[in-house]
């Protein structure tokens, strides 16, 4: 995707730190400078992330580093950057050498994960690949119609059940059609929310197993999508389906509109899961694949004289 659209899907997020930006790459003091800095990282909702790199400043400045103006935000990128290279990602492209690849996806309702395979669809096809979809939403007859449209403007097939199928049948019969018809790929749409949590996750795990009767290892990713702008909540969320399902990494959505965009910085440090995706916008090409360097550029980088974002 091109560095304008994720500068402008960062917008918010970045005029909310370019202030305090500003101060840094300035002659202040220790004190204004911890503050600007603060004002960052608590505005981009890094999270508990915040308070372990100011004591890492203040410690740094108490040595007398750090004290050129213009260090403190080669000091901040850097240190954001490794935050947000993370544990070791799952290699990209993701697919397996033979035979189809299992890609779960799971989240709670909203947090946009049928909008997500309609991206995750258009990304594969646009390098050549075979799709196949099951849509395992049997909960809500909503959800099946959504993921079918996506389907039909892109012709790809989508396995679908009666209204109120076993989503695990449906897996299942998704899965034998997959390695059937020799596709590369099968993307596996979930419910997000059942009578009960207890329910949801006991589905989930039951779907995840079905697929790996059909097609060996499978499913070979499971991807949590989670709402950016639910911020520090999203962590919960990721929690909670980690213990039922083990997850691969994050596709975080709707960083257009969220002044939350740092968030993205600090879900892979607290779960120890890579952000795999970002989601941009609704449509299906507004999809990103994760580059922390990208990323933090579109973060950070003042405006540029004339630019429009
Ligand atoms: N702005 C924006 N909206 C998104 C994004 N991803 C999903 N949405 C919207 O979020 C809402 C819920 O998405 P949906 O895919 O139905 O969520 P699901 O319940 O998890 O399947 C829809 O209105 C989507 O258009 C994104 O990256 N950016
Ligand atoms: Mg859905």
């Known amino acids: 995707m091109v560095f304008s659209k994720i500068r402008q899907g960062l917008s918010r997020t970045r005029n909310r730190i370019s202030h305090a930006l500003r101060l840094l790459a300035g002659d202040s003091t220790t004190e204004e400078t911890l503050e600007a800095l603060e004002e960052i990282l ?88 075979s799709v196949l979809v099951a849509a395992c939403d049997t909960f809500r007859a909503a959800a099946v119609e959504q993921l079918a449209i996506w389907c039909d403007r892109v012709g790809v097939e989508l396995i679908r059940g009666a209204q109120g199928a076993d989503p695990a049948s449906v897996a299942h019969d998704a899965a034998a059609a997959a390695k059937a018809r020799g596709v590369d790929v099968l993307l596996v749409d979930t419910a997000g929310r059942l009578h009960t949590q207890k329910n949801l996750m006991a589905e989930l795990e039951k779907v995840s197993r079905v697929t790996g009767r059909q097609i060996e290892g499978a499913p070979h990713h499971t991807v949590l999508v989670l709402d950016a702008t639910t911020g520090q909540n999203a962590i919960q969320q990721a929690r909670r389906f980690g213990e039922s399902v083990p997850l691969s990494g994050v596709f975080l959505t709707k960083l257009d509109g969220t002044a939350k965009g740092g968030a993205t910085l600090s879900i892979g440090h607290q779960l120890g899961l890579p952000v795999l995706f970002i989601g941009l916008g609704e449509g299906p090409e507004d999809l990103d694949v994760f580059d922390p360097e990208t990323f933090l550029d579109a973060l950070l980088q003042p405006r540029a004289e004339g630019a429009e974002t």
């Open 42 to 129: 608590y505005a981009a909702d890094v999270g508990p992330l915040a308070t372990e790199l100011l004591e890492e400043v203040e410690s740094e400045l108490r040595r007398g580093n750090l004290a050129d103006p213009g260090d403190m935000p080669r000091w901040l990128r850097q240190r954001l950057l490794d935050v947000a290279q993370g544990p070791d990602g799952v290699p990209l492209p993701l697919l397996n050498a033979d035979g189809p690849t299992v890609v779960l996806v799971v989240g709670v309702n909203g947090s946009g994960k049928t909008t997500s395979i309609a991206k995750l669809i258009h990304w594969l096809r646009q390098q050549n690949k």
